[in-house]
């Protein structure tokens, strides 16, 4: 497998190209629109075939490439099962695989940053998990339908039950983190962990909730173009 973690200055994203080695086919994992030049040339230099564009979910800090690669490309747009995008070729339930040649990427419905959030395990060992959990945090639960409580059952039902050694890649990150693994996080992730009764101290649900209602962050400044634009899989209004 070919695994390669792609970076977008402007808005703190990770992108992730994945792909079969052998039969070379690809897919790219929230892509950016302001890097299609850059993953496109990337593509063609390692003769890769882009077969999906795979989103997490409906982003509001950046528009995806996706729809421009379709155009360029002939990949298909894939989006969670719930994602409110009826142009994208692809809604993926959870629990259902995508393949590109022998690489496996899991569907695991995460809701909580949004309803229709997905992370994605990929051949077992590593999982993409988008604005879900991030390196010693999480995504935020004040819009687009988000809720604090699903996104505690999420993190800590589902994504805390993989093996502590499973590799956790994230959608974005602030601090200059690039990976972390399932049992870094059940240590040390203050979102979850109440440090001040020690490593790997859950915190309570409701606990979660009283700290996730309360963090008072500021919009996504590209929030009013960038959500209506990728409800049509990344088309921005002229």
Not at 81 to 101: I, N, S, T, Y
Not at 144 to 149: E, K, L, M
Request: hydrophobic content about 35%; glycine content about 10%.
């Amino acid at each position: 497998m070919l695994f390669r973690q792609l970076f977008d200055r402007d808005t703190w994203t990770y992108s992730y190209l994945i792909a079969d080695e052998t039969t070379k086919e690809a897919v790219l994992v929230d892509p950016v629109l302001e890097q299609v030049d850059r993953d496109r040339q990337l593509l063609q230099e390692l003769g890769l075939t882009l077969k999906y564009g795979l989103e997490t979910h409906i982003h509001a800090d950046h528009v995806t490439g996706t729809g421009k690669l379709r155009e360029l490309t002939g990949c298909l747009g894939v989006v969670p099962e719930r994602a409110q995008a009826a142009c994208a070729d692809r809604h993926l339930a959870d629990g259902e695989v995508l393949k590109v040649g022998a690489v496996e990427i899991r569907a695991i419905a995460t809701p909580g940053h949004t309803q229709c959030h997905s992370a994605y395990l990929v051949n077992g060992d590593r999982v993409l998990t988008g604005d879900a959990l991030f390196i010693r945090g999480c995504g935020r639960t004040d819009f687009q339908s988000g809720d604090p409580g699903s996104l505690y059952d999420a993190i800590v039902g589902t994504l805390f039950a993989l093996p502590d050694n499973t590799w956790v890649y994230p959608g974005h990150d602030y601090r200059g983190h690039s990976v972390s693994t399932i049992g870094e996080e059940k240590q040390w992730n203050p979102r979850f962990i109440d440090l001040n009764q020690g490593p790997g101290t859950l915190r309570d649900r409701a606990a979660f909730i009283e700290l996730m209602n309360h963090l008072k962050l500021p919009d996504p400044q590209k929030i009013m173009e960038a959500v209506p634009a990728n409800q049509q899989c990344g088309k921005v209004a002229s």
